[in-house]
């Protein structure tokens, strides 16, 4: 059901005036969108089989910002918030990444692809409040030293003029920086300490999802870390470089992701059913695609630990 909702962003003035959405640290604003008449879907709930949202229509503006110095997500959202408390407005719904859904709540939103916004599946945070018939939804990432706000406003007026946003001034790069990779002897490491690691010896070339190697130590690594915490259940997400169409490269990446279950299930017995496969194809890069040494770090299978239960 289609909702004729406000959705205002706290960076632009509305009948009753907001005041300007101050980011907490140094921060670039790398991209704007205005559509005179659209619609956006806002989550007001967790994913759980479906999505539970409204849909606001209106005249739509979009603003992302890159930022440095922060350590984690709730240093960028926290402040955000209660900018928005103070000046008024009431939270509606509010979630970080498993809390959300993870990677169906991600794929159910919407976003603004790379290099322009980059969301994280296992680190990320999502907002919604409201004002009178007036929304703000804010979307808060991080990559390697590199924070992202997406916010997007639905005004069913139509008057919303942009308000000078303020922020920390500061040049960070447009694309995300190429993180290092997880090495083989680190996966079970990075779990325990992030919760998702890269298997960095999976290796693919463009358009393809064969693993030809007779072992991995990466998944060795794994299979390992999966037999000493037999209540863990995972899920593996594979992507891709931006060579291609987006369909393709989603269905590239799932099959990316199912090789790597195959092994893990036939080669070192690991059970199917605490194994699931996910494919972003080219929505989450962690390197430049516009460089071979980037794409190649792109072309990838990370792991995602979904439940410790």
């Known amino acids: 059901m289609i909702l ?38 806002i989550a007001i709930g967790p994913f759980d089989e479906t999505l539970p949202s409204v849909t606001a ?30 000046d008024g407005w009431t939270q509606v719904f509010a979630c970080s990444t498993r809390v959300c859904g993870g990677f169906d709540f991600r794929f159910e939103i919407d976003v603004t692809p790379a290099p322009q916004m980059f969301v994280d599946l296992a680190d990320f945070s999502y907002l919604a409040v409201q004002k009178s018939d007036a929304w703000t939804t804010l979307l808060v990432s991080r ?6 706000v997406q916010a997007t406003t639905v005004d069913p007026d139509g008057t919303v003029e942009p308000a000078k946003s303020t922020s920390n001034a500061a040049s960070p790069p447009s694309t995300p920086p190429i993180a290092p990779p997880t090495t083989t002897s680190d996966v079970a490491q990075a779990l325990v300490a992030e919760g998702h690691a890269v298997l960095s010896d999976l290796a693919f070339a463009t358009g393809s999802s064969d693993l030809t190697q007779d072992s991995y130590s990466s998944l060795e690594s794994l299979a390992a870390f999966l037999r000493d915490n037999p209540s863990t259940t995972i899920a593996l997400v594979g992507h891709t470089d931006a060579v291609g169409s987006a369909a393709g490269n989603i269905a ?12 893990l299930t036939g080669r070192y017995g690991i059970a ?3 194994i699931e496969t996910q494919g972003v194809g080219f929505y989450a890069p962690i390197a430049r695609n516009d460089t071979e040494a980037g794409r190649r770090t792109n072309r990838r299978v990370e792991v995602v630990i979904t439940s410790t239960d």
Not at 13 to 38: D, H, S, Y
């Open 252 to 263: 590239i990446s799932r099959r990316r992701a199912e090789s790597a279950r195959t092994l």
């Open 272 to 274: 199917p059913g605490r």
């Open 143 to 148: 990559s390697g030293d590199l924070g992202y």
């Open 4 to 41: 004729r909702l406000g959705l205002l962003l706290l960076i632009f003035p509305l009948g009753v005036q907001a005041a300007g959405l101050t980011m907490p640290f140094p921060a670039t604003i790398t991209f704007t969108e205005t559509r005179a008449l659209g619609s956006h879907r």
């Open 57 to 86: 229509e209106g005249t739509i503006t979009r603003q992302i910002w890159q930022l440095t110095g922060a350590e984690t997500t709730l240093q960028i959202l926290a402040p955000l918030r209660e900018q928005l408390r103070d």
